[in-house]
C-alpha cells in the first residue's frame, strides 16, 4: 500500500519525533503570523515560505538541508 509520500534514503536527512514536533509548531506558528496584513510585503511572504518549509520538513521528518550536510 503506497501512502503517496516520497520515499527518501533511510538516514540521510531524517529528523527525530522531538525535532519533527517543534519544526510542525514552529512552522504553523511562523506561517500564522506572516498572514497578518504587514506594512513590508516581502517579509511576510518570506515568513510564510520559511513557516511551509519547517511545517513540511515536521511532517515528513525529512529535511533537505540536513541531508546535504551529511553527503
Known amino acids: 500500500m503506497s501512502t ?5 534514503p533511510a538516514h540521510e536527512g531524517h529528523i527525530g519525533m522531538p525535532e519533527r514536533f517543534i519544526s510542525v509548531a514552529a512552522g504553523l506558528a511562523l506561517a500564522a503570523t506572516a498572514a497578518k496584513p504587514r506594512p513590508n ?3 511576510s511572504i518570506l515568513a510564510l515560505g520559511a513557516g511551509a518549509f519547517l511545517a513540511y520538513r515536521g511532517a515528513t521528518g525529512y ?3 540536513r541531508a546535504a550536510l551529511d553527503a
Open 4 to 8: 503517496g509520500l516520497p520515499a527518501f
Open 41 to 43: 510585503v516581502l517579509l
Open 63 to 65: 529535511c533537505p538541508a
